[in-house]
């Protein structure tokens, strides 16, 4: 099926990308051939896809990807770019094409070394492809320094790269970046079409397609995660549970205990997952002996410092993602409560536990209810500026407790 299958909801978007894609193989072409490359083109050195979370704005960035790849013998018949089934689209998509580096982090921040790799990648010619792409998931990410190494590749592109940069929104990204990058904006889908995906690429029934992409109103990812996976829809119904706990001092303070904890013990699984093969792999490189009590060899404990350096951000980083995700959903439950209280007739997202948001929605008023949503978003701004995760989850307990 073409690459654009998976970009939900983003027709205006779609159509931008493969008319871009379709110049740049015209692009291509003419300079191969030695002919005259046409003036007017819809295709550009760098892009900036920016969108809410879970609009698809990789997804988007991966599917442009393919199709600047995109080798399928159809294209001399008129054929568009982005066939997905030639080689070009396939390895793209699977993430092994050699020219094409797609690049995400598991860290809080991506910095100056790597960005001066990528930009070396980015003076390369292609190898095997059409086109050197560097799609680059979490530009939000970037440090200012790293900010400003990319900024010299973006300002001055070798003829045959092509930057791609994800990012929820224009202001996350520096504006000497922004200014030279297409802009393009992706809206969250519908919720029917992201059910509707749910059911034609991951086989989920239609019913339980339906109320996860209800529940997570409209984020892909979450709502493909929340229909295949029974330990996350566990936490979603324990995280839904905490308004209906904070009566008192100490419900408040042993459900952000609760909470805290669950997000602590998300970060030790993926560690226990990573960390210990990332150290094996790492020290039988350098020379080490089997087993973890082997020696090492002389001068390597700076490297493997640095590795435990990655591994403590990593899971730093994973603790706070499992954090918000959880403060999403309360904010969505507050949401349907208001809703309710407000009689404006939206769809409720979680509409499994109507009976709590009645009871909440009857026990207060819509300005009660409004200071809890702000409430929550204090708790993820106080996350963000590195406050100590526990105090900013029992503050916000505390203020869903006085609403």
């Known amino acids: ?179 030279r990058c297409r802009h393009l904006t992706l809206r969250t889908p519908s919720v029917e079409a992201v059910a509707d995906l749910l059911v034609r690429r991951d086989g989920v029934e239609p019913a339980a397609a339906a109320a996860a992409s209800r529940a997570t109103q409209g984020h892909i990812g979450r709502a493909r995660r929340l229909a295949t996976d029974e330990a996350a829809r566990s936490r979603r119904t324990a995280v839904l549970r905490l308004p209906l706990r904070v009566d008192d001092v100490g419900g408040c303070l042993k459900a952000a205990q609760e909470l805290v904890d669950a997000a602590a013990e998300d970060a030790k699984q993926v560690a226990e997952e990573v960390d210990g093969k990332e150290t094996e792999e790492l020290r039988a490189a350098l020379g080490a002996g089997a087993g973890a009590g082997s020696r090492m060899p002389r001068g390597t404990a700076g490297v493997m410092k640095e590795l435990e350096d990655r591994q403590k951000r990593r899971r730093t980083r994973t603790q706070r993602d499992s954090l918000d995700l959880a403060l999403t959903d309360l904010t969505g439950f507050y949401r349907d409560v208001l809703a309710l209280q407000l009689g404006s007739g939206l769809a409720i997202a979680n509409e499994e536990i109507r009976p709590d948001l009645d009871r909440i929605a009857r026990a207060s008023g819509p300005e009660r209810t409004l200071r809890r949503i702000e409430a929550i978003i204090a708790c993820r701004t106080a996350l963000d500026r590195n406050v100590a995760p526990l105090l900013a989850v029992e503050a916000m307990t505390m203020a869903l407790r006085a609403g």
Not at 59 to 86: H, I, K, N, W, Y
Not at 113 to 126: D, F, G, H, I
């Open 1 to 179: 099926m073409p690459v654009w299958d998976d970009l939900v909801g983003q027709d205006r978007v779609q159509a931008q990308l493969a008319a871009a894609a379709r110049d740049a193989d015209t692009l291509v072409t003419a300079t191969a051939a030695g002919t005259p490359v046409p003036v007017a083109s819809k295709m550009t050195h760098a892009w900036l896809f920016t969108g809410p979370p879970g609009s698809g704005r990789a997804t988007a960035a991966r599917a442009f990807a393919a199709a600047l790849q995109c080798v399928s013998p159809d294209r001399a018949l008129g054929g568009e770019p982005g066939c997905g089934f030639c080689d070009g689209c396939h390895t793209t998509v699977i993430g092994t094409h050699a020219d094409v580096e797609i690049v995400r982090t598991d860290l809080l921040s991506i910095g100056v070394k790597e960005t001066r790799s990528l930009v070396r990648r980015a003076q390369l010619s292609p190898a095997v492809g059409r086109w050197q792409v560097i799609v680059l998931e979490d530009a939000d990410r970037l440090t200012e320094g790293a900010g400003n190494v990319l900024l010299k590749a973006v300002e001055e592109p070798a003829p045959r790269t092509v930057w791609l940069l994800c990012a929820p929104s224009l202001e996350d990204v520096l504006p000497t970046i922004r200014s």
